[in-house]
């Protein structure tokens, strides 16, 4: 078919669009990078929280969806899963969880859960979900590691999410208490803080690359930093103000669609397996297809600035880091 009969900019009406494939890259290479630098926490049995309470003793939930006695959470969501990062000591592998005092392993089959206590990890929501209930009055306890930051999407949250304050807070007896205080939503309904929202703006320019073909396309980005105090929030500002003129490539999403290697599914659990190493992660997903990765086009930082540092209330501090990214599109 004649060229000038068709769309360019893209193969097919299903492929995945640019300012998604940027939002999507921005959220992993943010989520990444944060806990390569040390952005999270070990919680080993026995761990005991800054204001008290057992960081490792999971509470019950109340999900409508499940059976009571399934699901057991953690006090901060966001769990773990990747290996490989820079600092030490290395994020915990999740290899099973205590009931009662005694060890009851990770199945590490994905299609045979057959035994009383097997169970898989939602990561996402930093909760254990039980193939069958156990008695609710059981004492659940686990060794993992947590993510400092969530950094999510700005829009196209799938609930309206409720800012979950302190939860480190576990001498307050809510904790332990299903449906109680901060703890009355749903882990999927909570954003846990400090956390950084990436929101693509509706302001795209276009510039030529060379002569024959090829455009050099700028789209804006907001970062949202949420946090609640005053020292984080102007921490992570800087953070992501300081990305200004540094290049990162990155993955296809629509390749690690077709091949089925997104790391996490629909319940935030492993993909490939229930322990960590068969699992991509960002550096892996951005190797070349020789070896073993997606990678797909570089994206570059340019005039970042910050805006609207404010204090919404005494433990609610805000910030905006604006940016411009600029990728080349040979194909346009």
């Not at 953690?74 to 773990?80: A, H």
């Amino acid at each position: 078919m004649p060229d000038y009969t068709q769309l360019k900019g893209f193969d097919n009406l299903g492929d995945t669009t640019l300012s998604a494939k940027i939002q999507l890259n921005l959220i992993a290479f943010f989520d990444w990078g944060l806990m390569d630098k040390g952005g999270y926490l070990n919680v080993d049995i026995t761990s005991t929280g800054v204001y008290g309470g057992d960081m490792h003793k999971l509470r019950l939930v109340d999900d409508p969806n499940f059976t009571n006695g399934q699901i057991w959470e953690g006090f901060k969501r966001n769990w773990v899963w990747e290996s490989g990062v820079s600092t030490s000591p290395a994020p915990i592998a999740i290899s099973g969880v205590f009931v009662d005092g005694t060890f009851r392993a990770l199945n590490s089959s994905h299609s045979d859960y057959s035994s009383t206590y097997d169970h898989y990890i939602d990561y996402s929501n930093g909760r254990i979900v039980f193939t069958n209930a156990i008695s609710a009055t059981s004492t659940v306890t686990a060794a993992f590691t947590h993510k400092w930051v969530d950094v999510n999407y700005a829009n196209g949250f799938p609930w309206f999410r409720e800012l979950h304050e302190d939860p480190e807070k576990l001498d307050d007896g809510f904790f332990t208490y299903s449906s109680s205080g901060n703890w009355g939503q749903l882990g999927q309904t909570r954003l846990q803080l400090p956390a950084i929202a990436v929101e693509m703006v509706p302001r795209r320019t276009f510039r030529g690359y060379q002569l024959g073909g090829g455009q050099f396309v700028n789209t804006d980005v907001l970062f949202h930093v949420v946090a609640d105090d005053e020292y984080t929030r102007d921490k992570l500002v800087d953070v992501v103000s300081l990305q200004n003129e540094k290049t990162i490539w990155m993955y296809d999403i629509d390749k690690v669609a077709t091949s089925g290697r997104f790391p996490l599914d629909h319940k935030g659990m492993l993909t490939d397996k229930s322990v960590a190493s068969g699992a991509l992660t960002y550096p892996d997903m951005v190797k070349t297809n020789a070896d073993g990765g997606y990678r797909d086009i570089r994206l570059y930082f340019d005039n970042m600035s910050v805006q609207d540092l404010n204090m919404i209330h005494s433990s609610l501090y805000t910030g905006i880091v604006r940016a411009r990214t600029e990728v080349i599109l040979s194909s346009i």
